[in-house]
């Protein structure tokens, strides 16, 4: 697997998992051989899943923002189901945009509070220029490891 270094450094650089997608195919293709129709399908399954723990990132990292500014006393039943669908649909954003969760939470932060977002956004800021270009490269590495699987079985 040393052979995809090059299409890792892209995946940690891009901070993309929709976008690594070809230089991943392309480089297994080159390392492999011709990549089968079920290691093209392992590699587009593996980046959709991924967008899973894209809405798992903006719903806890709105929990985080709600406990740390002192407002759980407003997050209600409704407001936790309103967050569950906002995380649903930011995480379509969150997968191809370079730090897009930041801003998906932000805009539930004020859909959900009315308010300004609390000072904690700024930790969120340093953490997410760290933790998206390694998660995408894990993910990355995470579907190349399973695309090989499934094409030698």
């Known amino acids: 697997m040393w052979q995809m270094r090059g299409a890792l450094g892209y995946a940690i650089h891009s901070s993309s998992s929709r976008r690594s997608i070809s230089v991943l195919l392309r480089t297994l293709e080159r ?5 089968s129709a079920s290691t093209r399908f392992a590699i587009g399954a593996g980046a959709t899943m991924n967008k899973n723990g894209g809405a798992l990132y903006v719903a806890m990292s709105v929990i985080f923002l709600f406990s740390n500014g002192g407002l759980q006393d407003r997050f ?3 407001k936790v189901a309103l967050l569950v669908v906002l995380a649903t649909f930011g995480s379509l954003v969150v997968t191809p945009v370079r730090n897009g969760g930041v801003v998906v939470v932000v805009c539930a932060c004020a859909m959900l509070t009315g308010l300004a977002p609390p000072y904690a956004i700024n ?5 997410e220029c760290i933790i998206d270009p390694v998660a995408t490269m894990l993910n990355a590495w995470g579907n190349v490891l399973i695309a090989r699987l499934v094409s030698e079985s």
């Not at 930790?123 to 953490?127: D, E």
């Open 31 to 35: 390392v492999v051989g011709q990549p």
């Open 123 to 127: 930790f969120m800021l340093i953490a």
């Open 76 to 78: 209600s039943a409704t």
